[in-house]
Antibody, heavy 118, light 107 residues
Framework: EVQLVESGGGFVQPGGSLRLSCVAS????????MSWVRQAPGKGLEWVAN????????HYVDSVKGRFTISRDNVKNSLFLQINSLRGEDTAVYYC???????????WGQGTLVTVSS | DIQMTQSPSTLSASLGDRVTITCRAS??????LAWYQQKPGKAPKLLIY???SLQSGVPSRFSGSGSGTEFTLTISSLQPGDFATYYC?????????FGPGTKVEIK
């Protein structure tokens, strides 16, 4: 069973940057689309970004376009999210998730918390 | 953007109850709908994909139905581990969107 492990979260001031990472345990990582989904404290789930198998196609929710960049390294079975110009509303647990076939998410990592505050 | 709504927002039920949660899309999404269960402090878990397909390893008391704009998740007999928050999610079009969630509580 594939496992996804995120890292890179932390406390950052408004306007700051972070790079989130997600490492997959499976050798078939390169076969799948991958995603980032976030959840603000006490709130619901919000899809953030998707990336296709070779990194040539990316999609973002409007609220992060121009500030967040999704990327991947298939040699290292790793997914990344570069988050810049952070705002208070970006405070959330960020989950990485595999996209098995057509757009649902399974499995999910355990999440990494990003807190944006002055 | 496709808006997803869920009803009810909170549901109080007893062990053994049959529970139904409704999810509606603001426009037709065919059967491009998934359901997730989330427990406090944990990542979401996929239950149902393509509106009615049961994810491997998920108990058969969970079932999904619907197409177009209206969908349901049914738990045929509520068990102790089922008290959680449930989310629907459409992947018919970008941006991918989730419903606001339905919290299933102990009555």
């Amino acid at each position: 069973e594939v496992q996804l492990v995120e890292s890179g979260g932390g406390f950052v001031q408004p306007g700051g940057s972070l790079r989130l990472s997600c490492v997959a345990s499976e050798v078939t990582f390169s076969r799948y689309w991958m995603s980032w989904v976030r959840q603000a404290p006490g709130k619901g789930l919000e899809w953030v970004a998707n990336i296709n198998q070779d990194g040539s196609e990316k999609h973002y929710v409007d609220s992060v376009k121009g500030r967040f960049t999704i990327s991947r390294d298939n040699v290292k079975n790793s997914l990344f999210l570069q988050i810049n110009s952070l705002r208070g509303e970006d405070t959330a647990v960020y989950y990485c998730a595999r996209v098995p076939t057509s757009g649902w998410f399974d499995p999910w990592g355990q999440g990494t918390l990003v807190t944006v505050s002055s | 953007d496709i808006q997803m709504t869920q009803s009810p927002s909170t549901l109080s039920a007893s062990l053994g109850d049959r529970v139904t949660i409704t999810c509606r899309a603001s426009q037709s999404i065919s059967n491009w709908l998934a359901w997730y269960q989330q427990k406090p402090g944990k990542a979401p878990k996929l239950l149902i994909y393509k509106a009615s397909s049961l994810q491997s390893g998920v108990p058969s008391r969970f079932s999904g139905s619907g197409s177009g704009t209206e969908f349901t998740l049914t738990i045929s007999s509520l068990q102790p581990g089922d008290f959680a928050t449930y989310y629907c999610q459409q992947h018919s079009a970008y941006p991918i969107t989730f419903g606001p969630g339905t919290k299933v509580e102990i009555k």
